[in-house]
């Protein structure tokens, strides 16, 4: 009885989509209307193209005059309207999750750990909800919510797995990962990091004006929307320089070190916001690296030869341009079996103290956190290399040529006569011949054993 009346109730819109139905699915029907929104109408071929997309989603060729007719039929009644949502889910769903109303874990973006396995016991995780975070993507900011697992007494992250209070990351969390994020509440999506590189590349972008250039572009983003005083606006999150630079140098980092070793994982800060965590860990990798890239590139004419002149000579050369800030202490040591100690300087940045004189300011120093007590002296000595030649036999000067001097010398390299680069060193003193025969050294005791052997032929 009651489905013969709910037969009789049927309106004549409902009686066509009925009738719809039984020709087009309406599964296919809502996916012509989504379309037809998308679409202009200026498009000649719009629903010959609304057709072919169905075909080659579902399968199903219908004719394009045929898919015309249909949504017109749909939109003149609104019928169109009331049953298929053409809204923006993507805003209504950030919108929703920003509701300080309601208590939600709903996000466009739910990010997992980088297994739903245990690496231990392959069992799958249970995961559960670590935080709220934000997202930064190419032109704007959204909400996400980072989920963990732990099993076998291992934390597992969405690019690293903790285990006894330490960080690791292997190649499964690091490559082919949308987001990549190493704590707090910053997750960055890989195409901002890529188009980094890009701009590091192309455009020799640093750190603070691709920050600033992002924020600026969020922000213009937003005003086409919205007025200036919304407080979409003044509540905005802004990609912090400090934090991009950290979370940018140690996954690429991860990256080279997987790139040029066999290494199975890799120990990261587990604080990233940790200053004394990020220097021991670059300063721990900094050596590995240099061998690993010794031993990956002197090995190219095997790996990518590039004709029969590949690989014939090495070539030895300093450039000066790129220099920076170092600390002034130039009485650092390093120590080297072919020549003794060498004078080689301290390379870290100088520190930033707050000014006493201005408060809450910060000034700059000339010395690092470890001889940061040399600030209070009276003067500085300035040493040169006994053994370095006299000016007489070189027309080119390589002594440190300024006492005060706050910047770096620039580099010293080595490559290969078909311009591939074997080796460099950063120099904090001057180019000076111990150096560069320590460098030279350094290069040759690192190279792979097949070059080793060419080269050993050759001198004899």
Known sequence: MNSNSNINNINDNEMLLISLNRRIPLQHLNFMCSLDSKLDELISTKYDDISNMVQLTYGV??????????????????????????????????????????????????????????????????????????????????????????????????????????????????????????????????????????????????????????????????????????????????????????????????????????????????????????????????????????????????????????????????FQKPDRFVCNFTQELIHSKELGDIEWGCGFRPEMIRDKQNPGYWTNTKYCPKHIHLELTQSVCCSTDKDDYNVVDCNVSRTDRYCNRQTSYGIVLTMYNCGIIVNFNELYRSESPTRVLHHLFTTIDCLSLTVQRALMHYIK
């Open 61 to 318: 060729k219908y004719d394009g005059v045929m898919t015309q007719s249909i949504l017109n039929l749909l939109k003149s009644d609104n019928i169109a309207l009331n049953l298929f949502s053409l809204h923006n889910i993507d805003k209504i769903v950030n919108n929703y999750s920003r509701d300080h109303h309601f208590l939600t874990m709903a996000s466009l973006h739910t990010i997992k750990p980088f297994t739903l396995s245990c690496l231990q016991c392959q069992q799958p995780l249970k995961l559960q909800f670590k935080e709220r975070v934000n997202i930064f993507l190419m032109n704007h900011i959204d909400d996400g919510v980072i989920f963990i697992g732990r099993c076998c007494h291992i934390e597992y992250r969405t690019n690293s797995f903790i285990k006894g209070s330490k960080r690791f990351v292997i190649r499964q969390s690091l490559y082919n990962q949308t987001y990549i994020h190493f704590g707090g509440k910053c997750v960055l999506h890989i195409d901002v990091l890529l188009q980094y590189v890009s701009d590091l590349i192309n455009m020799y972008a640093g750190f603070e004006n691709f920050c600033g250039a992002y924020n600026d572009t969020i922000t213009s983003v937003l005003l086409q929307h919205v007025r200036e005083n919304d407080p979409q606006i003044k509540d905005q999150p802004m990609l912090e320089r400090r934090l991009f630079e950290n979370i940018w140098l140690i996954y690429s980092t991860s990256l080279l070190k997987f790139f040029l070793s066999t290494s199975i994982e890799i120990e990261i800060p587990y604080h990233l916001s940790n200053r004394d965590e990020r220097n021991h860990f670059f300063t721990y990798q900094l050596p590995q690296l240099e061998r690993d890239f010794i031993l990956y590139w002197s090995n190219h004419m095997l790996k990518f030869s590039c004709g029969s002149q590949c690989c014939k000579a090495m070539v030895i050369d300093g």
